[in-house]
């Protein structure tokens, strides 16, 4: 419930502070005496998008506050929520303008975005007119309001769940059919590569090693005639027979040297050992250095096409097996599309399946409250003198979606016989604000309360009409706080509380001011409503008559 309205210098409002209260509030005033400036006013602390101008003229910036009453199960404590702000039992709303147009916006004390405070205001407010522009009267949303009425939430939500799961099943197909698509356009080179690939098998390291072998046999012819050299030298024909002979010499004569010879026959002794392991590291050397001719071209063919193929792939020598198993795992996927195919358009089928099962679920619900809807509104639409007219919901197929596959309209006939047309068409200026009336009347029933105002949405009715128009939103307040707007005298006095707008003029300044009024003051507004400018105690008498009821 809206508590309190606080405007500071906002177009022509220096100073206001209004505090509404439960049930059915009206405004009344003159035309022209600023009473769409407290509807601008709510607006723009709500965060909706309206005129810029809204500073008074000379002052530096505008500020308005609402205060609002939440409930525990209030669904603006969700908004609340996921915005990281702090839910309390009190809400406060503040909103500044300054002359340059900068927005600065509070809730509860903390900065907040417009964004935040128009996901409020859905929470907290509804604003209908003649022209309303807030869903009743736009087709667009009539499915919307019908399935707020069937308390379809669950329903949508599945049919929305299912729609997701088949969005990604179709769009899953859709990426395998152009993946397969692109590998057929390739097929040919697939199966051409992947064969020249595996004849030439290349593993990781083999490029280096197969260069060290080449290099190697390369270098053997020019230093193997060295190498041999050395083992002539180091066998029995050079120093390996020195030493033995040396050592034969020196053993014949160590028993007469005293000892003197022991050290030496020591380090020859040592010395063959040497020479042993030196001969047998260049025997070694040769036997590597051993090659057939073949061998080495064999190497060089071998080098030389994996580093063809590696330059024709764009790759370095050892990432060509890698390559190959990329190349083969494309020709897999080739050669298992049509299965995988198969079992993704499978998997399509199953959900839409799901999804026209949800849909279905959802269609017979809304039909469903499509006649209680109809039975309800037939029950509204005679208090409003409105007894030869006729209401109906239609719900026809539709192109399916998140929230079904259905089109929902509101459709109206006037007069008997009379073909039913779109509310917003068939129905006149009076008849429509009746029609918008009990529509809401319908709707709010069991709804989560919220501060319902209506603006002048009388306009077009006068007398027993009017009578009735106040009488229903009497009734609808019950559920619900209310502020009307209204030149209606009979609606205007329905109301529990009512205030008055007035245009002054001061010191060449002109200021709207808003004036709750007292028992007598009620009577002198209706009266003026009634007779105009000039108030008779006649209107003053008809004013009492329509304060009694």
């Known amino acids: 419930m809206l508590r309190t309205l606080e405007i500071r210098d906002l177009l022509l409002i220096e100073r206001l502070d209004l505090q509404f209260q439960p049930g059915l509030n009206v405004l009344t005033g003159e035309t022209g005496a600023g009473k769409s400036i407290l509807l601008d006013a709510l607006g723009f602390v709500l965060g909706w998008r309206g005129r810029a101008d809204l500073v008074r003229a000379g002052a530096p910036q505008g500020e308005v506050t609402a205060v609002f009453d939440l409930a525990a199960d209030h669904p603006a404590r969700v908004v609340l929520a996921e915005a990281g702000l702090e839910a309390e039992d009190e809400l406060i709303l503040r909103r500044v303008n300054t002359a340059e147009g900068r927005k600065t916006a509070w809730v509860n004390d903390r900065r907040t975005s417009g964004e935040v405070l128009r996901a409020l205001s859905d929470t907290l407010v509804e604003l209908h007119g003649q022209q309303d522009d807030r869903g009743l009267l736009n087709p667009r949303g009539h499915r919307d309001i019908l399935d707020a009425f069937a308390g379809a939430g669950d329903l949508i939500a599945a049919s929305r769940a299912r729609w997701r799961e088949l969005s990604a099943a179709r769009r899953a197909l859709s990426e395998a059919e152009a993946a397969l698509a692109a590998v057929r356009a390739e097929e040919e080179y697939l199966r051409h590569a992947v064969g020249e690939l595996d004849r030439l098998n290349p593993q990781a390291g083999e490029e280096a090693e197969l260069d060290a072998r080449r290099r190697l046999m390369q270098g053997a012819v020019r230093i193997r005639e060295d190498i041999a050299r050395a083992q002539a030298a180091l066998g029995p024909q050079g120093v390996e027979g020195l030493v033995h002979d040396a050592s034969r010499w020196l053993g014949g004569a160590a028993d007469k040297a005293e000892g003197r010879l022991d050290g030496a026959l020591a380090a020859l002794e040592r010395l063959a050992i040497e020479l042993g392991e030196a001969q047998q590291g260049v025997e070694d050397c040769l036997d590597a250095l051993e090659f057939n001719p073949a061998d080495l071209e064999a190497a060089e ?249």
């Open 301 to 549: 063919e071998r080098l030389f096409a994996i580093r063809a193929l590696a330059r024709k792939h764009g790759c370095l020598p050892d990432d060509l097996a890698a390559h190959a198993e990329g190349l083969r795992q494309k020709l897999a996927a080739l050669d298992s599309g049509a299965k995988n195919l198969g079992r993704l358009a499978a998997a399509v089928e199953a959900a839409a399946a799901a999804h026209a099962a949800a849909c279905a679920a959802l269609t017979g619900a809304r039909r469903d409250a499509a006649v209680a809807l109809d039975a309800a509104m037939a029950a509204e639409l005679p208090p409003l003198k409105l007894d030869r007219a006729t209401f109906r919901t239609d719900v026809s197929a539709a192109e399916p979606g998140p929230e079904g596959a259905d089109a929902v309209a509101f459709t109206v006939a006037t007069n008997p016989g009379a073909p039913p047309g779109p509310l917003d068409r068939i129905a006149s200026g009076g008849e429509l604000s009746r029609f918008l009336l009990a529509l809401k009347v319908c709707l709010t029933r069991g709804q989560t309360p919220v501060t319902m105002i209506f603006d002048e949405i009388d306009r077009g009715v006068g007398g027993a009409t009017a009578d009735a128009v106040g009488r229903r939103l009497r009734a609808l307040s019950a559920e619900a706080q209310v502020l009307v707007v209204t030149h209606a005298p009979q609606v205007a006095a329905q109301g529990a509380h009512h205030w008055r707008v007035e245009k002054r003029v001061a010191g060449g300044i002109t200021t709207s001011t808003v004036t709750p009024l007292t028992a007598p003051d009620r009577v002198d507004e209706i009266a003026r409503m009634l007779a105009g400018d000039t108030i008779t105690d006649a209107a003053r008498a008809a004013a009492r008559a329509l304060l009694a009821g």
